[in-house]
Nanobody, 122 residues
């Protein structure tokens, strides 16, 4: 199995930017589709963005489309989530997830990281 570690979270003002990283170990990330999810306090975990193994295809939640960009560097075994124009409602714990056999917002990913907190102040 692949192990995933998220980093890059923090406190930022509304309108600011953050870049999250999802670093993999144990196996090469290049054979996994990867997604980002988030969970705000008192809410269910929700899909944010996903990318296929090569990065040629991406998918975004409507709430982040045009503001967030998912990308990957398979040579570094890392997937990124660039978050721009952040809003207070983006505040959540952000998780990356990976799976060899599926992709997309409705897919049940088999490997998860521990999450990184993102807080956007107004």
């Amino acid at each position: 199995q692949v192990q995933l570690v998220e980093s890059g979270g923090g406190l930022v003002q509304a309108g600011g930017s953050l870049r999250l990283s999802c670093a993999a170990s144990g196996r090469t990330l290049s054979i996994y589709a990867v997604a980002w999810f988030r969970q705000a306090p008192g809410k269910e975990r929700e899909f944010v963005a996903a990318t296929t193994t090569t990065g040629r295809m991406t998918s975004y939640a409507d709430s982040v489309k045009g503001r967030f960009t998912i990308s990957r560097d398979n040579a570094k075994n890392t997937v990124y989530l660039q978050m721009d124009s952040l809003k207070p409602e983006d505040t959540a714990v952000y998780f990356c997830a990976a799976d060899r056999y599926g992709y997309g917002p409705g897919y049940k990913y088999g490997n998860w990281g521990q999450g990184t907190q993102v807080t956007v102040s107004s």
